[in-house]
């Protein structure tokens, strides 16, 4: 114990060293899975806005022309709208919506009558691409755990008074500023950190998530939606008549001759 009092300020830079150890450990850790979760995101995102464009596309081939066809678009515009594009709300209280609120369940309905069209495909692929989009933003960290990395923060900032205590009587007073400047430095070293993996926790809304993204590519959904609901765009088909199959072709040769 004689030989402990007399170095007592190796107490304290053990008591720093293991809260450093244990804050890099857990904000590493923590940032590289958010940073995963995050570019799974953008993944789920890019797979689920294909998949209604390419809805869109096969809905103008099977139902243009009939008097459905404007409620199947408006059944797909209230989807972007109100699922696609509520990347703040809750994943599970979307999931669990009743199906007759699901407006990819009233598409596939109107499209289907008796049996399955070829458009059940299409919805099924984009109902896994949405579940997948929405696996990606549910929150895997509570928010006790971003409490306990700014108590870590905290913790490894007060060490760093005590470990500068009485360095004036060796250094004089002037050693105070230089080891406040680097107390500043630390300071907003962890700060900024940490308020980056909080950003990275943020489903929606914060620098590093993917609104501006979102909003770029669900763009050009919406003017194709718009346009093809207001008349003003119109599918383009060829007025050719489709050639018949090399087995009918035979049949009519040999009738001829």
């Not at 570019?39 to 806005?49: K, P, R």
């Not at 409620?71 to 599970?92: C, H, N």
Request: proline share 4%; with cysteine; hydrophobic share 40%.
């Amino acid at each position: 114990f004689k030989v402990l009092s007399l170095d007592s300020s190796q107490f304290v830079q053990n008591y720093l060293t293991v809260a450093s150890l244990l804050f890099s450990i857990l904000v590493g850790q923590t940032y590289y899975f958010m940073y995963q979760q995050q570019e799974s995101v953008y993944y789920a995102l890019f797979n689920e806005v294909t998949e209604a464009k390419s809805l869109v596309e096969q809905v103008a081939l099977v139902c243009q022309g009939r008097a459905m066809y404007k409620r199947v678009l408006a059944s797909i515009a209230q989807y972007v709208r109100d699922d696609l594009k509520k990347l703040g709300s809750d994943p599970a209280v979307l999931l669990s919506a009743r199906p007759i609120d699901d407006p990819l369940e009233s598409v596939m309905y109107m499209t289907s009558v008796g049996v399955p069209s070829s458009v059940y495909e299409t919805v099924r692929s984009l109902r896994q691409a949405r579940a997948s989009r929405l696996g990606s933003l549910q929150r895997k960290l509570p928010e006790i755990h971003m409490s306990l990395l700014w108590l870590l923060g905290l913790i490894q900032l007060s060490s760093f008074p005590l470990l500068g205590a009485g360095t004036q009587t060796i250094g004089g007073y002037n050693i105070l500023s230089l080891e406040g400047i680097l107390f500043g430095v630390m300071t907003f070293g962890i700060v900024l950190t940490l308020r980056v993996v909080g950003e990275l926790w943020r489903p929606a809304g914060g620098a590093y998530n993917v609104d501006a993204v979102l909003s770029v590519m669900v763009s050009g959904l919406e003017e194709e939606l718009n346009a093809r609901m207001s008349g003003s765009k119109v599918y383009a088909s060829s007025r050719k008549r489709p050639t018949r199959p090399v087995e009918e072709e035979d049949d009519d040769e040999q009738v001829g001759r």
